[in-house]
């Protein structure tokens, strides 16, 4: 009935024109109460080189820009600290934004848009936050720029006693790629040497698993030493251990010595076994890289002169190349089957290294097109 209907004594309006709190409408209710308590200033702690911030006395990541993950950071807290009002059964935070741009440490003010239900009926609030930001250095970044607290070393050298570059590029864009999360914290630093580098790092078990990654990628072989470098403060002893990291600079198509006998490298399987042609024997055969290191191996003195082929056709019965060494004049035709591609890419116009051996050719390396 029309004559029941209750009026806001603050604005005059009915429950038929809005709906109520109490005794007040919502509008009212939250121009008097409000929706929810929330601290009127709140710090931010982050860390200015990798963007970490401090929370509950931990380092947490990142979720993104600093200004995001200040925007996350205070959601948490805010959240946290959130207490609705008398007759507000449940608020949250709907949404919150800076009132400028956040340009590095300073005071800023956060707009948080409260929102809050009663019953079927929700409201909304806009509060302001006082904003604290202050940058810092995290403990992680503190032991990479002073190169200090690590307890283990990787040494990664070459099996000709020096790194070439175009390994030591290969290895750095390896560990970019593939180590994240816990395995690149732990990594304090990189010290460059003339043989090679050493990788710096803060956990023994952490370096052991970087170990493994680069044995089964670069066929590398570890040892690992373990020097007492002191003690610590409990009074317990404090070692450093030291991975002995040993790559060897042999790619596809190269000849070596294996235990004094010739080889082709061809290529490295899936499960990190070398695939190699024996010289003497013509045959192919697999071999782990642990027993590559145990046999010994060493450039092939002299080398043996692989051949520059070009693609010319190819079905499932007759495989024919142009040599390109002859001025692309001479044609070199042999059965599909006697030829073995070790290459991603083995189409009609590019140009291969190739190893023949009698009647079969061994494609062991992509030139492109000719």
Same mark, same amino acid.
């Given at each position: 009935m029309a004559g029941s209907s209750r009026i806001c004594p603050r604005c005059g309006r009915s429950e038929e024109e809005v709906e109520f709190i109490g005794p007040l409408c919502k509008d009212c209710y939250v121009e008097v109460y409000g929706v929810a308590r929330l601290p009127e200033k709140a710090g931010f702690v982050y860390c200015q080189y990798c963007g970490r911030y401090k929370y509950q006395g931990g380092w947490n990541e990142p979720s993104g820009t600093i200004e995001e993950t200040l925007l996350d950071y205070l959601s948490i807290v805010l959240t946290r600290r959130l207490r609705p009002i008398e007759n507000i059964v449940e608020a949250w935070i709907g949404d919150i934004r800076l009132d400028r741009e956040f340009t590095g440490p300073g005071i800023y003010n956060a707009y948080v848009r409260v929102q809050g239900r009663h019953g079927r009926v929700e409201v909304v609030e806009e509060k302001v936050v006082n904003v604290k930001a202050d940058a810092a250095v995290c403990p992680s970044c503190t032991r990479r720029i002073t190169k200090r607290g690590y307890n283990a070393v990787l040494q990664v050298r070459s099996s000709r006693g020096r790194l070439s570059d175009s390994l030591r590029e290969r290895v750095n864009v390896f560990l970019s %790629?593939?180590? /994240?999360? !816990?395995?690149?914290?732990?990594?304090?630093?990189? %010290?460059?040497? &003339?043989?090679?580098?050493?990788?710096?790092?803060?956990?023994?078990?952490?370096?052991?698993?970087?170990?493994?990654?680069? !044995?089964?990628?670069?066929?590398?072989?570890?040892?690992?030493?373990?020097? =007492?470098?002191? !003690?610590?403060?409990?009074? /317990?002893?404090?070692? $450093?251990?030291?991975?002995?990291?040993?790559?060897?600079?042999? %790619?596809p198509g190269d000849i070596i010595l294996?235990?004094? &006998?010739?080889?082709?490298?061809?290529?490295?399987?899936?499960?990190?076994?070398?695939?190699?042609?024996? =010289?003497? &024997?013509?045959?192919?055969?697999?071999?782990?890289?642990?027993?590559?290191?145990?046999?010994?191996?060493?450039?092939?003195?002299?080398?043996? %002169?692989?051949? $520059?082929?070009?693609?010319?056709? $190819?079905?499932?019965?007759?495989?024919?190349?142009?040599?390109?060494?002859?001025?692309?004049?001479?044609?070199?035709?042999?059965?599909?089957? /006697?030829?073995?591609?070790?290459?991603?890419?083995?189409?009609?116009? !590019?140009?291969?290294?190739?190893?023949?051996?009698?009647?079969?050719?061994?494609?062991?390396?992509?030139?492109?097109?000719?």
């Open positions: %790629e593939n180590l /994240s999360g !816990r395995l690149a914290e732990s990594i304090i630093g990189l %010290e460059e040497h &003339r043989e090679g580098f050493d990788i710096l790092v803060d956990d023994p078990s952490i370096a052991r698993m970087i170990a493994a990654k680069l !044995r089964s990628n670069f066929m590398a072989k570890t040892i690992e030493t373990f020097k =007492l470098v002191g !003690r610590n403060p409990d009074g /317990s002893r404090k070692g $450093r251990l030291t991975i002995s990291v040993r790559i060897p600079e042999i %790619e294996v235990d004094g &006998r010739p080889y082709l490298f061809l290529a490295t399987s899936r499960g990190g076994n070398l695939l190699l042609v024996d =010289l003497e &024997r013509g045959r192919e055969e697999y071999m782990s890289s642990d027993l590559l290191w145990q046999k010994g191996f060493k450039p092939y003195p002299g080398g043996v %002169e692989l051949k $520059r082929y070009m693609l010319i056709s $190819r079905d499932k019965n007759t495989t024919i190349f142009l040599d390109a060494e002859s001025g692309y004049q001479d044609v070199v035709e042999v059965p599909s089957n /006697s030829v073995k591609i070790y290459v991603d890419k083995f189409t009609e116009g !590019r140009e291969y290294k190739v190893f023949q051996a009698g009647t079969k050719i061994y494609v062991v390396k992509d030139l492109g097109d000719g």
